[in-house]
């Protein structure tokens, strides 16, 4: 899968135009590159930039279709856009990078794996190299005056703190990046990728490049950038992995809470009021929460269990729940419909009590609120033909 090597740190490149003679090679220094470089980037104007948000046209495999690229300080990094009809997603959290990436066989948010995953977060990078070299434990060395196919630039070598390796060309008369040697990879093989930097445009006192063309191997994509937005207002949520199929309108329910319970043992009992504090965890990126939580009746402390899912090949939620009084997991399974889950107790076959008597639960989750949702939990002896409430949950997040 071909991943947009060039592009975050290309954006990075807002260069104004150059004040000052050229340098010459008997007076230069990495020093002097990296001071002109930094003022052409703006200076205060481009430490001003804490985000930025970039739209336009990307031509992959000969086809052209819109993308979108935006960008956050420190190191928060998203990159949307369709190949081979399919839409593709890459990001960077500050921590992870992840894709959803229909063309490397899974249609769903994933950890990027290496060697993609370092190359991603080397892009994510806000400032790139040149502008914070040494921030993020880069080394930069002069190679010298050379070219880039026939155009001369100044050679700068590039070593980032995990080793990688990339050379930068800069224009020496303006200073601007005319080019970029770095490493990649293309369905997880590596390779080296040239990327072109042209069609410089003012944007808010910074200057753009507004064609980005990158070449490998018989590959060439190109970047046309048609919009700058500088500054939008971006959030970290963003940026993150979204959760997988299903667990989306059930990403809320993570986090510490306030928990009401009221039981009662049949359904003439008086109902029994409860409190304790429930945690809800999710796991393997989201793609399961964990909850767990404890409360005392008739003296006797009790001790849950839950887990919730969902089954993307059958499209169904899927909750376990086990506590310490019975010590007997009971799986069930159903579905998320206007707002409310609804979930029976699989195979329909639970023991209760010395008579080993059938009996069906169900749970339902619902008035699903940023810092509020409700469970209730039912009984059924008779097939499913009637329910009786057996148990009530208000939850109130800490």
Partial sequence: MPTPTAVALAVALLLPPLAGAPLQAAEVSVEDLLQRHAAACGG?????????????????????????????????????????????????????????????????PV?????????????????????????????????????????????????????????????????????????????????????????????????????IAMEYGTRYEILAIESVRINPKLGEEEFRMPPPAGMTPLASLAGEWDLSIETRA???????????????????GGRMLEERFAWVTDGVPIDVIQTLSYDRSREVYRITRIDSLAGQQDVLEGAFEDGRLSATSVGGQTARGEQEQPQRNRLSLF???PDRFRIGLETSDDGGATWTETARYTYTRR
Wanted: hydrophobic share 35%.
């Fill in 266 to 284: 049949y359904p003439q009992a008086p109902w029994e009021e409860n409190r304790a504090r429930s945690s809800i965890t999710p796991l393997l």
């Fill in 367 to 369: 008035e699903i609120e």
């Fill in 111 to 211: 950890p990027v794996p290496l060697p993609e995953a370092a190359i991603l977060r080397r892009e994510a990078d806000f400032d790139g190299p040149l502008l914070n070299h040494g921030d993020d434990g880069q080394r930069i060395e002069l190679i010298g005056r050379g070219d880039l196919d026939g155009a001369e630039a100044w050679e700068l070598q590039v070593t980032w703190g995990d080793g990688a390796e990339e050379r930068w060309f800069l224009d020496p008369e303006t200073y601007l990046a005319i080019g970029r040697v770095s490493p990649d990879a293309d369905y997880g093989q590596p390779h080296d990728k040239t990327t072109y930097f042209s069609d410089y445009r003012k944007v808010d006192g910074l200057v753009l490049p507004h064609s």
């Fill in 44 to 108: 205060d104007r481009w430490k001003a930039v804490r985000a930025l948000e970039l739209t336009g046209t990307a031509t992959f495999f000969s086809i052209p279709t819109p993308f979108r690229l935006i960008r956050m300080r420190p190191d928060s990094y998203r990159f949307e856009r369709t190949i081979l009809d399919n839409e593709v997603v890459s990001g960077f959290d500050g921590r992870s990078a992840w894709w959803n990436n229909p063309n490397m066989g899974m249609d769903w």
